[in-house]
C-alpha cells in the first residue's frame, strides 16, 4: 500500500496538527506545502478544494478535505495500528471527541512537547508569552463579546495581540483583542494592522492605509403595534427595492470572495 500523503496546510502556524501526528504515526511520508491566505484563495489551489480552505489531502489521485474525516481515512487504512476503535460505541465518537480535543489543546500541547523534546530550542518558548487564564478569556468576552473587526461579530474567536509578544507585549486585557479565525489570519498574513484609537476602541488598517473603525450597532425600535416583517418589506421598497424570496440570498459564497470595493464600503457603512 502506497504510504505516501501530499499535505496542503497552513502557511505560518500549526492548525493541521492531528492530520500529519495520524500520518506520522502510520509511518507516511509526507509531502507538506503551506499557504498563506492568498495562496489558499488562488485558482489553482481552488480546484483541489472549492471552499479555499486547509487542510487538504492528496492520497493515491484522491482529494481529502477536513482535518478529522483525513485522519480517520488515514487511521481505517490501517486498522492493524489501532488508532482508531473497530466496534463498538466508543467507535462513533471517538473521532469526534479528539476532534474537539485537538482543536481546543493543539497549541498548547505543541508548546510543551515541542520545548521538552528538544526539537528546538526551548528559548524559543519565550515568544509565546504568558499564560492565558481563564478569568483574563472571561473579562475579554465580557468587552468585546465576539470578533471585534468591523462588521463580522462572529462569537468563536481566538484572542490577538495587538503589540505582539516578540516586541514586548503584554497578555493583559488592554493589549488584547478578539478576532474569528478568518481576521486573525488577515492581520497575521495580509499586512492589515491594528491600533487602539482610545480605551479598549481598536482600529483596523487595510494594506493601504485606510482606518476602520468596529461598532456594536444599536438595533432600531419598531414600534410596538407594527409588524416587523411588514416594515421592513416597506422600508425596502421605500429605497426603490422589490424584495422577493432571493432578497436575502447571498452573491459570494465566502466572505474573501467579496470585492475590495464592496466590502470596505459595507463595512465603513456599518462602523
Known sequence: MNKHIKLYSFGNFDR?????WTAEELGYEIEESRLNAPQQRDEAYRV????????????????????????????????????IPATGD?????????????????????????????IIDAAWMDLVGEPFVPALRRALETRDRGCRFPGCGLRFTDAHHVKHWADGGETSLGNLVLLCS?????????????????????AFIDPRGQ????????????????????????DTRSRGADPDYLTAGAR???EADIPDRIYFRATEAMG
Open 16 to 20: 493541521s496538527g492531528k492530520v500529519r
Open 90 to 118: 466508543s467507535r462513533e465518537t471517538f473521532w469526534q471527541s479528539l476532534s474537539i480535543a485537538s482543536s481546543t489543546l493543539e497549541q498548547l500541547t505543541v508548546n510543551y512537547f515541542v520545548s521538552k523534546s528538544g
Open 48 to 83: 483541489l478544494n472549492p471552499y479555499a480552505q486547509v487542510p487538504t489531502a492528496e492520497l493515491e489521485g484522491k482529494i481529502l478535505l477536513e482535518s478529522t474525516a483525513i485522519a480517520v481515512i488515514l487511521a481505517e487504512r490501517h486498522p492493524e495500528y489501532g488508532l
Open 182 to 202: 478568518y481576521h486573525h489570519r488577515l492581520v497575521h498574513e495580509e499586512k492589515w494592522q491594528i491600533e487602539w484609537w482610545g480605551e479598549g476602541r481598536p
Open 252 to 254: 459570494w459564497k465566502r
Open 211 to 234: 482606518k476602520y473603525f468596529d461598532a456594536r450597532p444599536t438595533p432600531s425600535q419598531l414600534p410596538s403595534d407594527q409588524d416587523p416583517v411588514d416594515a421592513l418589506i416597506e
